[in-house]
């Protein structure tokens, strides 16, 4: 088992960096870093007496290791921890709610870095945040940038070409630089609600992407136009691996099983 003496626990999210380890969320028991050649647990990180070592809380759903090999995590609902893994020591970036590009205390669900370093933040019913890591300033995606708190994110991503990729609650967002909003990307094989939630995105090697709904998998080609759908009746919970060297797909469905496509 990867955690000894806790027979049953949620993975909610898993990133594997340069050295082959693993960090990983864990749902009520905050992050662990995990050797999977020697299959040893290396660290449990989670809230403590010492704010520099300790999370803000045990809520964890999404991990994201930036180009500095910074571990970015959401306190879920209270902010953002950062992971300085030398040293295992941890930054906060607190919520203010009085500030309405702040986070509010809405429940982060998509975490990823643009080319310019920024960091994309993802939110359940708040829109989507613009953090600056070099000044501290948030800036707030909302309505009047084409994100409505109804889109509900649950997964940003950043393609190989730069662009900012979301999937929400209401079907997939692309950023936009020149007009500074996110644009709906539609779906035209499919107009059902179920087909609309998308719950992950994730970008083949041949620059083609998968889209994971709750109405079945997707293909995509490059300009994120749907080419075919598979397993309309499964509800895909949006985590997604292809495996290049064995060129398989791997696909969770909820609450039931691992699905393995070639």
Known sequence: PIRPNIPNFRLVSMVEVKTGNWWIGADGLGIWLYDPNKMRLLREITPGSTSANSLLTNQVAAIYVDNLGLVWTNSDPFGVD????????IETIPDN???????NNHPIRGLCEDYDG????GTVDG??????PKNGTMRAYILDRGVTTEDNVRHII???DGRILVASLRGLLQYDRKSDRFISIQNSLCNDPDCHFSRGIYELPDKRFINATYGGLFL????????????PDGTYFGCLYFDPSTKLLY????????????
């Open 82 to 89: 950062v992971i300085y893994p030398n040293a295992y020591m």
């Open 97 to 103: 709610p009085t500030d309405i590009t702040d986070l």
């Open 118 to 121: 920024n960091i994309w933040i």
């Open 127 to 132: 829109g989507i945040r613009l953090y600056n």
């Open 158 to 160: 950043r393609s190989t």
């Open 220 to 231: 995509l080609n490059p300009d994120l136009k749907p080419i075919s759908r598979t397993d």
């Open 251 to 262: 696909a969770s469905r909820r609450d039931q099983d691992l699905v393995v496509y070639t």
